[in-house]
């Protein structure tokens, strides 16, 4: 199974607004409200962000807002800071026997 | 809540290794465990789960057959294993916990160098 699409890189400039896409198919994300999203800054360990589509842990700044429609998912980043500068994973439940299935990454530069 | 992963491993082809997560701070054996692999430069991919409760563990296709995950209730600790390295091994490992279905926390990543 493919992995999900992402695009390999976004910008934006600090105090606006960006969307990253994540797009699977009708047997992953378009079948389940099990999509997460994850930080990762150079030569660290992933940080979720968020969970089931769209809800946050605690801890997670209010700026990062996940949705979906049919068979994609998109992490908003709003009011860029410097410090979001960073690679971000989608990753989505697709079925018992295979349940996990990860997007390429994007990595978002703050200009 | 803590996972705390063994540090970088330097090995050759066809030799072994096994390398740890240990898990603080919760049960666990109420979550599942699942080890992701990062090759330099490149995104993440699942390799597997495992339910501590029973030790059933799920393998991704790519990984099946090649990569054993087990854990250890006594040490609340999980481990990924290699009988016989490869070059393309190398990469940067990490474990985390499955939480419904995301992952969190995650370990700091275990750096896997095969060279020969």
């Known amino acids: 199974q493919s992995a999900l699409t992402q695009p390999a890189s976004v910008s934006g400039s600090p105090g606006q607004s960006i969307t990253i896409s994540c797009t699977g198919t009708?047997?992953?994300?378009?079948?389940?409200?099990?999509v997460s999203w994850y930080q990762q800054h150079p030569d660290k360990a992933p940080k979720l962000l968020i969970f089931?589509?769209?809800s946050r842990p605690s801890g997670v700044s209010h700026r990062f807002s996940g949705s979906k429609s049919g068979n994609t998912a998109s992490l908003t980043v709003s009011g860029l800071q410097a410090e979001d500068e960073a690679n971000y994973h989608c990753?989505?439940?697709?079925?018992?026997?295979?349940?996990?299935?990860f997007g390429g990454g994007t990595t978002l530069t703050v200009l | 809540v803590q996972l705390v992963q063994s540090g970088a491993e330097l090995k050759k082809p066809g030799e072994s290794l096994r390398i740890s997560c240990r898990a603080s701070?919760?049960?666990?054996?109420?979550?599942?465990i699942t080890w992701v692999r990062q090759m330099p430069g490149k995104g993440l991919e699942w390799m597997g789960s495992?339910?501590?409760?029973?030790?059933?563990?799920i393998y991704s296709p790519s990984f099946q057959g090649h990569v054993t995950i087990s854990t250890d209730r006594s040490t609340n600790t999980a481990y990924l294993q290699w009988t016989s390295l490869r070059t393309s091994d190398s990469g940067i490992f990490y474990c985390?916990?499955?939480?419904?279905?995301?992952?969190?926390?995650w370990g700091q990543g275990t750096l896997v160098t095969v060279s020969p």
């Open positions: 089931d589509v769209s």
């Open positions: 990753v989505s439940y697709t079925s018992i026997t295979l349940p996990v299935l």
């Open positions: 701070g919760y049960i666990f054996p109420s979550y599942w």
């Open positions: 009708s047997n992953d994300i378009g079948s389940y409200n099990y």
């Open positions: 985390a916990r499955a939480d419904g279905n995301s992952f969190d926390p």
């Open positions: 495992i339910d501590p409760s029973d030790s059933y563990a």
